[in-house]
């Protein structure tokens, strides 16, 4: 079964910077499309970043700049590295996937919809 587990997440001071980190267990021999999301409390799930086939990562507009994706193909590891936080920032941060089908270009959306597995989340808490 597919399994995603996010650490990284805390409480930080407005300025501070954390990196998450979504470490996949996915079916043996199948692709995966992946992305970040978040949910503020009182809040629809957003999405945050998701990478594309074409090299590039999808980010939301309220990101700014300051949010930056990565990834470990080798561990199946997804990361969020987030600077100069703001308390706007504060949600839950969960990891999301979805099975590739037939190797289609992955194109990075941001959209809960298209995602069938989702982590438990890590909480980040900026204060001011």
């Known amino acids: 079964q597919v399994q995603l587990v996010e650490s990284g997440g805390g409480s930080v001071q407005a300025g501070g910077s954390l990196r998450l980190s979504c470490a996949a267990s996915?079916?043996?021999?199948?692709?995966?499309?992946m992305a970040w999301f978040r949910q503020a409390p009182g809040k629809e799930r957003e999405g945050v970043a998701a990478?594309?086939?074409?090299?590039?990562?999808h980010y939301t507009d309220s990101v700014n700049g300051r949010f930056t994706i990565s990834k470990d193909n080798a561990n199946n590891t997804l990361y969020l590295q987030m600077n100069s936080l703001l308390p706007g920032h504060t949600a839950r941060y969960y990891c999301a996937a979805g099975l590739r089908r037939g190797m289609r270009n992955i194109r990075g959306i941001l959209s809960v919809n298209e995602y069938t597995y989702w982590g438990q989340g890590t909480q980040v808490a900026v204060t001011y």
């Open positions: 990478p594309t086939s074409d090299g590039i990562t």
């Open positions: 996915l079916y043996t021999g199948r692709s995966y499309f």
